[in-house]
C-alpha cells in the first residue's frame, strides 16, 4: 500500500514539474511581450531583461520559474490591476470558486445517488424511465445553458435571485449557479448508480441476503449500496473536470468574482501571467483530485494497487 | 471394456437436425439494434434535420450570414404562416415590430440581431460551422489516437512505458487550460481551435485502441502473420485495426458533442469563431449579452443548442449498444 502511495504521488510530482516546465515555453509563445515597446531605449531594455531575469540562461529561468511556481511567487497583473502580486489577487476569489463548485458537486452527488437508488430498485417503472430521461438530458445540456435558463426564468422573469452576484448575501447569489453546476454532476451519478445498483441488486449474494431474512433496507445499503460505491469513485474525476470548466462559464454568467471568471477575464485582457497562474493552479487542482482518487482506490480494490494503476 | 453388443448405433432418425439460419450481414444486424432504440432514432431525425439545416439553410432565404442592415435591428421572429396563430408574428411587446421599421413585407424567421443581421442565416451558418469543428476534430482525434494507441499496445515494453508516462502527464492538464491556451497562442480562428482540441482530445481514443491491441496481439490470426513476416504497419492497420473499428467508430461518435460542448465554451470566453463568421456558441455567447432586451436572440440558439447536444448523445449511446455492446458506458 505505501509503496504504491509513494508511486502516484511521485508520479503527480513528475506531472506538475513537467507541467510548470510545458506552461513556461508556452509563456514564451504568448503573441506579445512587455519589452517590445518601441519607445524603450536598447539600455532600458537591458536594465529591465536583469530585472526579471531574462538574461540568464534558457535552464537557470526554467528552475526560478520552478521556484517561484511552488512557492506561490506567481508575478504580477499586467493589466487587470498593474503590477499588484496575482498570489493576492487570488486570495479573495479562490475562497468563493471553491464554495460553490463544492457545494454544487455535494448537492450533485448525493441527490444523484438517491435518484440513482429509487430508480434501480423500481427498475422499468414510471420513476425509472423519468429518471432515465432526466439524466439524458441533465448530463448533455451544457451547464451555461442551464445557467442562462435559471438566470432568465427564476433571476430576471420571477425575480426570486439576484441577477448578478452580491457579495452582501453570498448565500442567497449562491443558490442558481450551484443549482446550474450541479445538475450535471447529478444526472451523472444518477444513471451510474442506477445502471451500477441494477447489476448488484440481480447478483447472487443480495438475492442469499434477501433469503436469509434480511430487512429490504438493509439489503440496498449495507450491500447494495456499499458495491455500487465502489465503481462510482472513478467517474469522479471526469465528474469534477466538468465541474471546473463549468465554473469557469457559470462564473462569467453570473457575475461571480471568482477564479473562473477572472480566468476569462485574464484571457481577454491578454493578462498572462494571471493566465498561466490559473492554468497551473487548474493543473495542480485537478491533479491533486485524481491523486486521491487514484489512493482511495487503492484502498477500497486491493486488485488495483497490486496490478499498479488504474485500467 | 465397454461391451459393444450392449450398445447400438442410434442412427441419425430425428435426434440431430441442422438447423440453418439465415444469414444476416452484420451492417443489417447493426441497423436492426439501432432502430430499436427509440431515442437513437429521435435523436438521429433532429441531428439529419440540423445537418440538413447546417448545409442549405444559408441558401433558403435571400439574406446573407454577414450582411448588415442598420434599420432593421432587433427584429423580433416573424415565420408566414405561423404569424396568424399569434406566435413568431414580428411583435414585441404588444408592438409589431415589423410595422414600427417600415418593413412588413420581410420575413426574418429568427429575427435579427444588434446588428441587423438575420439571425436564421446566421443559425445555420453556426450549426455549420460548430458541426465541422467538432466532425474534424473527432477526426483526427480517431487518427492521433488510433496511431499512438496502436503503437503503444503493439511494441509493448519500453515503447509502451514511455508513451503512457507521456499520456500521463498529458492528461493531468485539464483539458480547458490547454485548449484555451493554445488557442491563445494560435490566435482565435476555426484551424486553431480544431488543432487544440484535438491536441487534447485523443487520449481517450488512444487509451481504447491501446488496450484492445494489447489483448488481439496475442491471438492467433496476428501471431501467423508475425510469424509470416508480414510488415508492422501492415498488422497494425490490416489486421488489428479492423477488429477495433466498432469501438473506435463509438468511441469517434461519443467525442463529438463534447467537442461541439468545447467549441461552444471557447466562444464564450472570447476565443472562439471571430466574427462576422458565427458559431452556435458564440450566437449564445452573444444572445448572452442581449438577453434581457431580447430573450429570443438567446432563447432560439440555446434551445437548439441543446437539442443537438441531446440528439447527438442519443445517437452515440444507440451506436455503442448496436455496434459495441460490450463496451459499458463510463
Not at chain 1, 530585472?51 to 534558457?58: A, R, V
Not at chain 1, 485537478?286 to 494497487?305: A, F, H, N, T
Not at chain 2, 440581431?113 to 476534430?137: H, N
Amino acid at each position: 500500500m505505501v509503496k504504491y502511495c509513494l508511486k502516484r504521488i511521485g508520479m503527480a510530482a513528475v506531472t506538475i514539474l513537467m507541467i510548470i516546465i510545458i506552461l513556461f515555453f508556452l509563456l514564451q509563445l504568448m503573441p506579445g511581450s512587455p519589452f517590445n515597446n518601441e519607445r524603450l531605449s536598447e539600455e532600458q531594455r537591458l536594465v529591465l531583461e536583469e530585472k526579471y531575469g531574462l538574461d540568464k540562461s534558457m535552464p537557470e529561468q526554467i528552475l526560478i520559474y520552478v521556484k517561484n511556481m511552488l512557492t506561490g511567487d506567481f508575478g504580477v497583473s499586467y493589466n487587470i490591476q498593474q503590477n499588484y502580486p496575482v498570489a493576492s489577487l487570488l486570495a479573495n476569489r479562490f475562497p468563493i470558486t471553491i464554495r460553490i463548485g463544492i457545494q454544487a458537486f455535494v448537492i450533485g452527488v448525493v441527490l444523484g445517488l438517491i435518484l440513482g437508488i429509487v430508480s434501480a430498485l423500481h427498475h422499468n417503472g414510471a420513476l425509472d424511465t423519468g429518471t432515465t430521461i432526466f439524466a439524458m438530458v441533465g448530463s448533455s445540456i451544457p451547464s451555461h445553458v442551464v445557467a442562462l435558463a435559471l438566470l432568465f426564468f427564476l433571476a430576471f422573469k420571477l425575480g426570486w435571485f439576484p441577477l448578478t452576484y452580491d457579495s452582501g448575501s453570498p448565500f442567497r447569489s449562491s443558490i442558481l449557479p450551484t443549482l446550474a453546476l450541479a445538475i450535471s454532476p447529478m444526472a451523472m451519478t444518477a444513471r451510474f448508480t442506477r445502471n451500477e445498483m441494477i447489476e448488484v441488486m440481480g447478483s447472487e449474494y443480495i438475492l442469499l441476503a434477501q433469503t436469509k431474512g434480511m430487512k429490504r433496507l438493509h439489503v440496498i445499503i449495507v450491500h447494495g449500496l456499499k458495491n455500487t460505491l465502489v465503481p462510482l469513485i472513478t467517474t469522479m474525476g471526469p465528474m469534477l473536470m466538468a465541474l471546473l470548466t463549468g465554473s469557469t462559464v457559470c462564473e462569467q454568467i453570473f457575475s461571480i468574482p471568482g477564479i473562473g471568471s477572472l480566468f476569462i477575464k485574464a484571457i481577454q485582457s491578454n493578462d498572462y501571467n494571471i493566465v498561466i497562474t490559473l492554468a497551473f493552479i487548474f493543473s495542480a487542482m485537478y491533479i491533486g483530485i485524481i491523486l486521491v482518487i487514484d489512493i482511495l482506490y487503492g484502498i477500497i480494490d486491493p486488485r488495483i494497487r497490486l496490478s499498479g494503476g488504474k485500467k | 471394456m465397454v461391451d459393444h453388443t450392449r450398445y447400438s448405433f442410434a442412427g441419425n432418425n430425428g435426434i440431430y437436425k441442422e438447423d440453418s439460419f439465415s444469414s444476416i450481414p452484420s451492417w443489417k444486424e447493426t441497423l436492426i439494434i439501432f432502430c430499436k432504440n427509440k431515442g437513437a432514432v429521435i435523436g438521429l431525425f433532429f441531428v439529419l434535420i440540423l445537418v440538413i439545416l447546417a448545409i442549405w439553410g444559408p441558401t433558403m432565404n435571400e439574406y446573407t450570414y454577414d450582411y448588415m442592415q442598420v434599420d432593421r435591428q432587433n427584429l423580433p421572429p416573424r415565420i408566414p404562416g405561423l404569424e396568424k396563430l399569434g406566435i413568431f408574428d414580428g411583435t414585441m411587446n404588444g408592438v409589431n415590430m415589423y410595422e414600427v421599421k417600415g418593413c412588413t413585407e420581410e420575413y426574418y424567421w429568427f429575427g435579427t440581431d444588434t446588428l441587423g443581421r438575420d439571425l436564421f442565416t446566421r443559425f445555420c451558418q453556426g450549426t455549420r460551422i460548430s458541426l465541422i469543428v467538432a466532425v474534424v476534430s473527432a477526426f483526427l482525434d480517431l487518427i492521433i489516437g488510433v496511431t499512438y494507441g496502436l503503437i503503444s499496445g503493439y511494441y509493448g515494453g519500453k515503447v509502451d512505458f514511455v508513451m503512457q508516462r507521456i499520456i500521463e502527464i498529458i492528461n493531468g492538464i485539464p483539458s480547458l487550460v490547454v485548449v484555451s491556451l493554445l488557442v491563445v497562442i494560435m490566435k482565435p480562428g476555426l484551424a486553431s481551435i480544431i488543432v487544440a482540441m484535438a491536441i487534447s482530445g485523443w487520449i481517450g481514443m488512444s487509451r481504447l485502441v491501446r488496450a484492445n491491441t494489447l489483448r488481439l496481439k496475442e491471438s492467433e490470426h496476428i501471431m501467423a502473420s508475425m510469424t509470416l513476416g508480414t510488415k508492422t504497419a501492415v498488422i497494425l492497420f490490416r489486421e488489428i485495426f479492423p477488429n477495433l473499428l466498432s469501438s473506435v467508430i463509438v468511441m469517434a461518435m461519443m467525442s463529438v458533442p463534447g467537442a461541439i460542448f468545447m467549441e461552444s465554451f471557447l466562444s464564450f470566453v472570447g476565443l472562439g469563431i471571430p466574427a462576422p463568421q458565427a458559431s452556435l456558441g458564440s450566437l449564445i455567447s452573444d444572445g448572452y449579452n442581449h438577453m434581457l432586451m431580447y430573450p429570443y436572440q438567446l432563447a432560439i440558439p440555446a434551445v437548439f443548442f441543446g437539442i443537438l447536444m441531446i440528439s447527438l448523445n442519443l445517437v452515440g449511446d444507440g451506436l455503442r449498444d448496436a455496434l459495441d455492446p460490450k463496451q459499458k458506458q463510463a
